[in-house]
T-cell receptor
Framework: KQEVTQIPAALSVPEGENLVLNCSFTDSAIYNLQWFRQDPGKGLTSLLLIQSSQREQTSGRLNASLDKSSGRSTLYIAASQPGDSATYLCAVREEGTGGFKTIFGAGTRLFVKA | EPEVTQTPSHQVTQMGQEVILRCVPISNHLYFYWYRQILGQKVEFLVSFYNNEISEKSEIFDDQFSVERPDGSNFTLKIRSTKLEDSAMYFC?????????????FGQGTRLTVV
């Protein structure tokens, strides 16, 4: 059964720091991996999606990498800002008995101090 | 850009009442999903739906839950007799599930509060 783990569970950094969020998954037979942002009490905002054949994706100050064989992904945030404060979720898409489904990690709660 | 829309954004209901959560998937998608996130916990898979039937369901999706595609655009989740522990954010998702790009697109969620 696929398990997605995110480390650390929470992170507090001063504004301007570069930081790395980690995600690991137990079954490497995934189709893609996606990073989401979730603000408190709100929905899911897709940040980056990496297909299984890709190694990384970039969007602005965000860079996500994928090492499928080792079951790891990282989300790099450059020059963090207080507006980056949110929970970041890692999710993998895999094929189950009834088609595809998405398995989520528990998230990393990020707080960027001004 | 096409998006999945969910209504209402927040629903409050009394324990024991029936609720229907509504979703409009992206128009050319054929695969539909519901996920649940209890406050402070992981987003969990509930059910997937294709060709007017359930493809897969989790152990959470018991007899009090049902899904339906009543017309060509809506996809609904019904909870027959709500319990306090059904309070959660419910996310709908859809995908076209082409083999090259099985990306799911998520709605912004319906927050269900059972009192």
């Amino acid at each position: 059964k696929q398990e997605v783990t995110q480390i650390p569970a929470a992170l507090s950094v001063p504004e301007g720091e570069n930081l790395v969020l980690n995600c690991s998954f137990t079954d490497s037979a995934i189709y893609n991996l996606q990073w989401f942002r979730q603000d408190p009490g709100k929905g899911l905002t897709s940040l980056l999606l990496i297909q299984s054949s890709q190694r990384e994706q970039t969007s602005g100050r965000l860079n996500a990498s994928l090492d499928k064989s080792s079951g790891r992904s990282t989300l790099y945030i450059a020059a963090s800002q207080p507006g980056d404060s949110a929970t970041y979720l890692c999710a993998v898409r895999e094929e189950g008995t009834g088609g595809f489904k998405t398995i989520f990690g528990a998230g990393t709660r990020l707080f960027v101090k001004a | 850009e096409p998006e999945v829309t969910q209504t209402p954004s927040h629903q409050v209901t009394q324990m024991g009442q029936e609720v229907i959560l509504r979703c409009v998937p992206i128009s050319n998608h054929l695969y539909f999903y519901w996920y649940r996130q209890i406050l402070g916990q992981k987003v969990e898979f509930l059910v997937s739906f294709y060709n007017n039937e359930i493809s897969e369901k989790s152990e959470i999706f018991d007899d009090q839950f049902s899904v339906e595609r009543p017309d060509g655009s809506n996809f609904t989740l019904k909870i027959r007799s709500t319990k306090l522990e059904d309070s959660a954010m419910y996310f709908c998702a859809s995908s076209d599930q082409g083999a090259l790009n099985p990306e799911a697109f998520f709605g912004q969620g319906t927050r269900l509060t059972v009192v």
